[in-house]
């Protein structure tokens, strides 16, 4: 079976440097898809799945030890972001209202930002960091597209379900919005996740 074309770039990725503020960041150019999710929502795992690199994003088993915005390299024009996981890091009121402050000038002045992939974990969806991702992106009319990850914990019939909820939930949603079931464990969804990546950063079937 052909490799999926989004694939085979992700394949590619290479971190190329971490950044706190916007000012850090790498050149404001090309396109950007971002990666978002509470702290034990799979972020990195599913990141490492999608791109094929077992430690591409590092797993801690400390959920919110990712606390700058890292990005990945797949060629001169596109690029990865994984942003800093928030919900159990252990830090002050104040540190972590400064997170907010610099994610929030990521996300809302970064021309080059296409599309935000938000994770949530399917047993625990619509958490108040994954509402503030939504607000975020019908205010700015940012793309987003929901991986509910972890299908894998529950039977299938239940994961439908909850998606199907979760789409009931959000169907007044300003922003373009789309979700699906997704599992790093056993790679459900990968296709379709792809297919999203491809269609934001321009990948023909052809690349």
């Known amino acids: 079976m052909p490799m999926h074309p989004m694939e085979k770039m ?3 990725a290479l971190f190329l440097q971490s950044a706190q503020r916007l000012d850090q960041c790498p050149p404001d150019e090309g396109l950007e898809v971002a990666f978002a999710g509470r702290s034990n929502a799979g972020k990195s795992s599913a990141i490492n ?5 077992r430690t591409l994003a590092r797993t801690s088993k400390t959920p919110g030890r990712t606390q700058l915005l890292n990005f990945f390299q797949l060629d001169e024009e596109r690029r990865l972001v994984d942003l800093p996981g928030y919900g159990y890091a252990k830090v002050s009121k104040s540190k972590r209202n400064e997170w907010q402050e610099h994610l929030d000038h990521y996300l809302s002045e970064r021309q080059a930002l296409v599309g935000l992939v938000l994770m949530m974990d399917i047993r625990h969806p619509l958490k108040d960091f994954d509402l503030l991702m939504l607000e975020w992106s019908a205010q700015a009319n940012m793309p987003i597209h929901i991986l509910m990850t972890k299908a894998d914990k529950l039977k299938f019939g239940a994961a439908k379900s909850t998606l199907l909820q979760v789409k009931k939930h959000l169907k007044e949603h300003p ?6 079931l997704f599992s790093a464990t056993n ?4 296709d379709e996740a ?3 990546l491809g269609e934001w950063l321009e990948i023909t079937p052809d690349a």
Not at 175 to 180: F, G, N, R, V
Not at 187 to 190: E, H, L, M, Q
């Open 10 to 12: 992700l394949h590619q």
């Open 49 to 53: 799945r999608l791109t094929g690199q």
């Open 175 to 180: 922003a373009p919005l789309s979700l699906q």
């Open 187 to 190: 790679g459900t969804g990968c």
């Open 194 to 196: 792809w297919d999203k």
